[in-house]
Nanobody, 119 residues
Framework: VQLVESGGGLVQPGGSLRLSCSGS????????MRWYRQGTGKERELVAA????????YYADSVKGRFTISRDNVKNEVYLAMNSLRPEDTAVYFC?????????????WGQGTQVTVSS
């Protein structure tokens, strides 16, 4: 199982970035996909989530209206489009695949990609 994030980097306040996460080794389409982030000295927090099929995405209040999560189950990829970035969005962003089925939980993580918002 592998989740590989990409697209992080340094951006000025007000700028945009698009993170990508490519999954392999598991049935991508049957998993809910989530983006978490962890700033220096902070706890990891859930930023956005998208169900495996149908349903509405979830967004943390801090990113609502600025971030958009989407997925492509053919390419086995999930994306996080981030607009109007703020210094407080600076963090390592992690991709997560989660499924709970028939009493069994599968929970996979990527290695993270750094996003730095600074002038």
């Amino acid at each position: 199982v592998q989740l590989v994030e990409s697209g992080g980097g340094l951006v000025q306040p007000g700028g945009s970035l698009r993170l990508s996460c490519s999954g392999s080794g598991f049935t991508f389409g049957s998993y809910a996909m989530r983006w978490y982030r962890q700033g220096t000295g902070k706890e990891r927090e859930l930023v956005a989530a998208i169900p495996s099929a149908g349903g509405s995405p979830y967004y943390a209040d801090s990113v609502k209206g600025r971030f958009t999560i989407s997925r492509d189950n053919v390419k086995n990829e999930v994306y996080l489009a981030m607009n109007s970035l703020r210094p407080e969005d600076t963090a390592v962003y992690f991709c997560n695949a989660f499924r709970r089925r028939f009493g069994r939980t599968n929970d996979y993580w990527g290695q993270g990609t750094q996003v730095t918002v600074s002038s």
